[in-house]
């Protein structure tokens, strides 16, 4: 391999690496964290490798799991409580939504859950540990400032608010809870296979990285209905372009986030485009959108969305010099260019045909499955949504932790700023530049 | 005005909701939602897929408890009650005998299974074996080879959620269906009449077939099964006999013969669990009152045409051409 040409992108990833602002850490969690620097990447990397290696480590957690609540029972937040119930470690105990109708399934999908109206009500319950904030992302702040000041863990939606000095505040109150735990909702960075990806890349698997290119595609009205006239203009606060951040903000975001991940950089600039093409009915957010997030280092990606079309649906591609790598549905896969060198293992690993080209397998965790008598090629039958890694690397820290998050405050900040930046793009058709030090806190 | 229609894939079939009224952009949202709701039951109680909550359960359950989430204990408790109230023909534990009998994926071919086998099956059906701890939240198999399948009640299940969702929207006047074999209604249709439900004779492929009946539905739900459909036909004796994928839980056989069951109640599970016991006992009556209203109704195709061999056909009942002489219940 040529070290010397990936130089310059390994060690922008590797500064990166050891920039994250660490946390104030006691004397108790200091002795715990020492052992957790490799542990945090092996409990977020797939719980496919049993749970059992973890649990010879020191860890308060003496099988009683922690009881948590999710305000905002909306579909995100619907998604957060399933996931909240199908991890050991934590007890749905609360679930709060200040629309009756949403207690009402509340009731009907987690009857062991407290219902509970007002999210104060919730913070002012000792027992309750954490919160998950799923409400509408212009509602996250007072609720995370509330619930910070509470003495409660947090996890909180990504983007974390729909202004700058909303996320700001959020991300700076994470940042001054020094013995809380401040989770961001950037989901793909605790994601087993996008986790593999990136170590893969970091190898220098695909070479020099050229460009990157994400779609979200799913033909749906994004609206949500009610029967009161006035909790529907409230559920559908996403299709006003004064409250929501459009496609690119509310869903790319965690897809450019993959991308400045993988290419270790932060966007400089984002230029965007648009328009309301299908869903007609009265919303100011674009139902269709394009983008092109530039970064420092040249490279360039490639973004679109669309509530028009569910072809293709949704994917990231990675492109190197050497290969290009395919992410979707939890799976991924390389295409290797003619004249890249050999890896040497992939003449083993399984391929797949994709029209006329063949993709070589990318497995999480390969190795170690087979060592413990697994085929890695088969189905996982552990295999778990991203949100449920997101919360799980959650529950993790709050039993050996607190340590600093993978998608801690400094990330759901910087997050939200490309995501607000972008959204501002596209609705004003135009190249909106993101100076440096607006990701500074 | 055009009602909205939403179509979609789910459980291995077509579901299809209809919804007419003037406010086409809430209607479609309050539709969508509650197909998202179809695909998240789907997702937790696919048999077929191995990260599935329900996969996990059968995968873990003979060994240890395994914790469930709200909606599997709901539905497992709706199954344990089912089971009960139709005297073990609805069971969910019959999936070893859909394999053994061929009848476990769409693409196998069917078999009749050998006597040996069918014994040996005996040990491994059973609800009754299947320890529902509504207390701690988990679900125990007390036997080895226990597995779930939810494919009888599941779809039924799903409608009524869907429901829900779309009578919480203020949704006054809906038609779903999964496969046009379950089906459930909110309200009348657009013209004030309740929704007609026709059900077709699967035994007649003439291009001129018409309905057996339309069957009447203000805010309820149908479930129809048969024979017909994923079945296949053993030719091996002195004649030929087609076995359907509904199986007796008493004796882990196959249902034969030219059978068609209905029931209609307010709930599609319970009528999907009902018309699927009826199809393995065809004898035996639907007690009105053990979960809501239940009508049900079994039918034997013989040779001078449809008969009723358990149940009757209510007078309100409609058929295009001449009902045959089915016996009739009082209209209440």
Request: hydrophobic letters at 40%; one cysteine or more.
């Given at each position: 391999m040529d070290v010397t040409r990936r130089t310059p992108f390994l060690s922008d990833i590797i500064r990166r690496l050891t920039t994250v602002a660490p946390k104030h850490l006691s004397r108790r969690n200091f002795l715990k964290t020492g052992s957790l620097g490799t542990l945090a990447g092996v409990l977020a990397s797939g719980e496919r490798i049993p749970s059992a290696m973890a649990s010879a480590l020191e860890t308060d957690f003496n099988g009683n799991p922690f009881p948590c609540a999710v305000i905002g029972f909306g579909e995100w937040g619907r998604e957060i409580a399933a996931a909240v119930e199908d991890i050991?470690?934590?007890?749905?105990?609360a679930i709060c939504d200040n629309f009756p109708l949403m207690l009402r399934r509340a009731q009907r999908a987690h009857p062991q859950a407290a219902r509970i109206a007002d999210y104060r009500e919730v913070l002012d319950n000792p027992d309750i540990v954490a919160v998950f904030v799923a409400t509408a992302t212009h509602e996250h702040k007072d609720i995370v400032l509330d619930a910070l000041q509470a003495g409660k863990h947090v996890y909180c939606e990504a983007p974390l608010a729909n202004t700058i000095e909303d996320a700001r505040a959020i991300a700076q109150a994470g940042l001054a809870a020094q013995d809380q735990i401040f989770q961001a909702g950037v989901l793909y960075r605790t994601e087993p296979q996008y986790r593999s990806v990136f170590g893969f890349v970091r190898s220098g698997a695909i070479g020099r990285p050229a460009m990157t290119r994400s779609q979200w595609h799913q033909k749906t009205s994004w609206r949500r209905s009610s029967s009161s006239g006035e909790r529907a203009q409230a559920l559908n606060w996403r299709l006003d372009q004064d409250l929501s951040l459009g496609l690119i903000g509310e869903v790319g975001i965690q897809q450019i986030d993959v991308s400045s991940w993988i290419l270790g950089q932060k966007p400089k600039a984002v230029s965007g485009f648009g328009g309301i093409m299908h869903w007609n009915d009265g919303r100011t957010v674009k139902d269709t959108i394009q983008a092109m997030i530039e970064y420092p280092g040249g490279e360039n990606m490639m973004y679109d969305a669309t509530l028009v079309s569910g072809f293709d649906a949704a994917y990231d591609l990675l492109f190197g010099d050497d290969a290009t790598i395919i992410l979707r549905d939890g799976k991924a896969w390389m295409f290797k260019e003619v004249d890249a060198p050999m890896l040497g293992w992939e003449v083993y690993a399984r391929k797949d045909r994709f029209y006329k080209e063949t993709g070589i397998a990318l497995l999480a965790n390969a190795t170690k499955l087979e060592a413990l008598g697994q085929d890695p090629a088969a189905d996982d039958p552990n295999a778990k949504p991203p949100i449920w890694h997101a919360l799980k690397a959650f529950a993790d820290n709050l039993i050996y932790g607190p340590f600093p998050a993978v998608a801690g405050p400094e990330l759901g900040y910087e997050s939200t700023v490309v995501a607000i930046k972008a959204n501002e793009a596209v609705q004003g058709g135009k190249r909106v530049e993101i100076p440096d030090d607006l990701y500074q806190l | 005005m055009q009602p909205v229609r939403l179509a979609f894939r789910a459980m291995a079939t077509r579901f299809e909701f209809v919804l007419p009224g003037p406010d086409a952009p809430s209607l479609r949202a309050a539709g969508e939602e509650a197909m998202r709701e179809v695909k998240r039951i789907e997702d937790r109680f696919n048999f077929y897929s191995p990260a599935s909550e329900l996969s996990r359960l059968n995968r873990d359950a003979a060994s240890a408890p395994v914790r469930c989430s709200g909606m599997m204990m709901r539905l497992l408790a709706a199954c344990r009650d089912l089971h009960r109230q139709t005297g073990g023909h609805f069971d969910p534990t019959v999936a070893p005998a859909l394999a053994a009998w061929g009848l476990r994926h769409q693409q196998d071919a069917g078999r009749v299974p050998s006597p040996e086998a069918l014994e040996a099956l005996t040990d491994r059906i059973g609800m009754e074996h299947v320890d529902i701890d509504e207390q701690q939240r988990s679900v125990r198999f007390t036997r080895e080879g226990i597995q779930l399948d939810l494919g009888g009640v599941a779809k039924g299940w799903a409608l009524d959620e869907a429901r829900l969702i779309l009578e919480e929207s203020g949704i006054e006047c809906a038609l779903l269906h999964g496969g046009t074999s379950a089906a459930v209604t909110i309200g009348t249709d657009p013209d004030g009449t309740p929704w007609k439900i026709g059900i077709e004779d699967p035994y007649d492929a003439s291009e001129t077939a018409s309905w057996l009946f339309a069957v009447p539905l203000e805010s309820g739900a149908l479930s129809v099964s048969g024979v017909r459909g994923k079945s296949f036909v053993d030719a091996s004796g002195e004649t030929q006999t087609e076995y359907g994928h509904v199986i007796n839980p008493r004796t882990g056989h196959a249902v034969s013969g030219p059978r068609l069951a209905l029931a209609v109640s307010d709930s599609a599970a319970v009528c999907d669990a009902w018309s699927t016991a009826l199809l393995a006992a065809p004898d035996k009556p639907v007690a009105d009152g053990v979960a809501g209203p239940i009508m049900g109704t079994a039918f034997l195709k013989t040779d001078s045409g449809w008969t009723v061999t358990a149940g009757s056909v209510h007078p309100?009942?409609?058929?295009?051409g001449a009902l045959p002489s089915f016996p009739t219940s009082s209209d209440d």
């Amino acid at each position: 391999m040529d070290v010397t040409r990936r130089t310059p992108f390994l060690s922008d990833i590797i500064r990166r690496l050891t920039t994250v602002a660490p946390k104030h850490l006691s004397r108790r969690n200091f002795l715990k964290t020492g052992s957790l620097g490799t542990l945090a990447g092996v409990l977020a990397s797939g719980e496919r490798i049993p749970s059992a290696m973890a649990s010879a480590l020191e860890t308060d957690f003496n099988g009683n799991p922690f009881p948590c609540a999710v305000i905002g029972f909306g579909e995100w937040g619907r998604e957060i409580a399933a996931a909240v119930e199908d991890i050991e470690e934590l007890q749905l105990a609360a679930i709060c939504d200040n629309f009756p109708l949403m207690l009402r399934r509340a009731q009907r999908a987690h009857p062991q859950a407290a219902r509970i109206a007002d999210y104060r009500e919730v913070l002012d319950n000792p027992d309750i540990v954490a919160v998950f904030v799923a409400t509408a992302t212009h509602e996250h702040k007072d609720i995370v400032l509330d619930a910070l000041q509470a003495g409660k863990h947090v996890y909180c939606e990504a983007p974390l608010a729909n202004t700058i000095e909303d996320a700001r505040a959020i991300a700076q109150a994470g940042l001054a809870a020094q013995d809380q735990i401040f989770q961001a909702g950037v989901l793909y960075r605790t994601e087993p296979q996008y986790r593999s990806v990136f170590g893969f890349v970091r190898s220098g698997a695909i070479g020099r990285p050229a460009m990157t290119r994400s779609q979200w595609h799913q033909k749906t009205s994004w609206r949500r209905s009610s029967s009161s006239g006035e909790r529907a203009q409230a559920l559908n606060w996403r299709l006003d372009q004064d409250l929501s951040l459009g496609l690119i903000g509310e869903v790319g975001i965690q897809q450019i986030d993959v991308s400045s991940w993988i290419l270790g950089q932060k966007p400089k600039a984002v230029s965007g485009f648009g328009g309301i093409m299908h869903w007609n009915d009265g919303r100011t957010v674009k139902d269709t959108i394009q983008a092109m997030i530039e970064y420092p280092g040249g490279e360039n990606m490639m973004y679109d969305a669309t509530l028009v079309s569910g072809f293709d649906a949704a994917y990231d591609l990675l492109f190197g010099d050497d290969a290009t790598i395919i992410l979707r549905d939890g799976k991924a896969w390389m295409f290797k260019e003619v004249d890249a060198p050999m890896l040497g293992w992939e003449v083993y690993a399984r391929k797949d045909r994709f029209y006329k080209e063949t993709g070589i397998a990318l497995l999480a965790n390969a190795t170690k499955l087979e060592a413990l008598g697994q085929d890695p090629a088969a189905d996982d039958p552990n295999a778990k949504p991203p949100i449920w890694h997101a919360l799980k690397a959650f529950a993790d820290n709050l039993i050996y932790g607190p340590f600093p998050a993978v998608a801690g405050p400094e990330l759901g900040y910087e997050s939200t700023v490309v995501a607000i930046k972008a959204n501002e793009a596209v609705q004003g058709g135009k190249r909106v530049e993101i100076p440096d030090d607006l990701y500074q806190l | 005005m055009q009602p909205v229609r939403l179509a979609f894939r789910a459980m291995a079939t077509r579901f299809e909701f209809v919804l007419p009224g003037p406010d086409a952009p809430s209607l479609r949202a309050a539709g969508e939602e509650a197909m998202r709701e179809v695909k998240r039951i789907e997702d937790r109680f696919n048999f077929y897929s191995p990260a599935s909550e329900l996969s996990r359960l059968n995968r873990d359950a003979a060994s240890a408890p395994v914790r469930c989430s709200g909606m599997m204990m709901r539905l497992l408790a709706a199954c344990r009650d089912l089971h009960r109230q139709t005297g073990g023909h609805f069971d969910p534990t019959v999936a070893p005998a859909l394999a053994a009998w061929g009848l476990r994926h769409q693409q196998d071919a069917g078999r009749v299974p050998s006597p040996e086998a069918l014994e040996a099956l005996t040990d491994r059906i059973g609800m009754e074996h299947v320890d529902i701890d509504e207390q701690q939240r988990s679900v125990r198999f007390t036997r080895e080879g226990i597995q779930l399948d939810l494919g009888g009640v599941a779809k039924g299940w799903a409608l009524d959620e869907a429901r829900l969702i779309l009578e919480e929207s203020g949704i006054e006047c809906a038609l779903l269906h999964g496969g046009t074999s379950a089906a459930v209604t909110i309200g009348t249709d657009p013209d004030g009449t309740p929704w007609k439900i026709g059900i077709e004779d699967p035994y007649d492929a003439s291009e001129t077939a018409s309905w057996l009946f339309a069957v009447p539905l203000e805010s309820g739900a149908l479930s129809v099964s048969g024979v017909r459909g994923k079945s296949f036909v053993d030719a091996s004796g002195e004649t030929q006999t087609e076995y359907g994928h509904v199986i007796n839980p008493r004796t882990g056989h196959a249902v034969s013969g030219p059978r068609l069951a209905l029931a209609v109640s307010d709930s599609a599970a319970v009528c999907d669990a009902w018309s699927t016991a009826l199809l393995a006992a065809p004898d035996k009556p639907v007690a009105d009152g053990v979960a809501g209203p239940i009508m049900g109704t079994a039918f034997l195709k013989t040779d001078s045409g449809w008969t009723v061999t358990a149940g009757s056909v209510h007078p309100s009942w409609t058929s295009p051409g001449a009902l045959p002489s089915f016996p009739t219940s009082s209209d209440d």
